[in-house]
């Protein structure tokens, strides 16, 4: 086998691999079209995923609530919901950005999805000789 025909071999695994991702790619962006993630930022401490869920679920159906934590297990002041559809996150965002949620007034936006996912990292953290 010449060098080109394996070359060819390994290009058509690859094609194929990162049509693979396209795909799975695509099926993300189906559902995102559907589903509106919230960043929801100051929040208390002690804020809960449940009394996230609580008080979005009076404008919508809620699918999703997360309060990011360090690795510790303590909160870090900011979570994220997800919502049924777009309706029910705009009416959200609107009647609770700057309300007051475990003392600390909420802030509220449409979490963009166009922010940098996967790839190599971005330097840093290297040792230089």
Avoid at 36 to 44: D, R
Avoid at 54 to 82: L, N, P, Q, W, Y
């Amino acid at each position: 086998m010449s060098q080109a025909g394996r070359y060819t071999g390994r290009a058509t695994r690859r094609i194929d691999w990162f049509g693979a991702l396209a795909s799975r790619g695509a099926i993300a962006a189906r559902r995102d079209e559907k589903l509106k993630k919230l960043y929801i930022g100051n929040l208390a401490h002690e804020t809960t995923e449940a009394d996230l869920m609580a008080r979005f679920s009076e404008f919508g159906k809620v699918i999703s609530t997360k309060v990011a934590a360090d690795r510790r297990g303590r909160a870090k002041g900011f979570g994220h919901v997800e919502m049924a559809d777009d309706e029910s996150a705009s009416a959200a965002m609107e009647a609770l950005r700057g309300k007051e949620l475990n003392g600390r007034l909420m802030d509220v936006v449409l979490e963009d999805n166009k922010g940098r996912r996967g790839g190599p990292p971005r330097g840093g953290g290297g040792r230089r000789r």
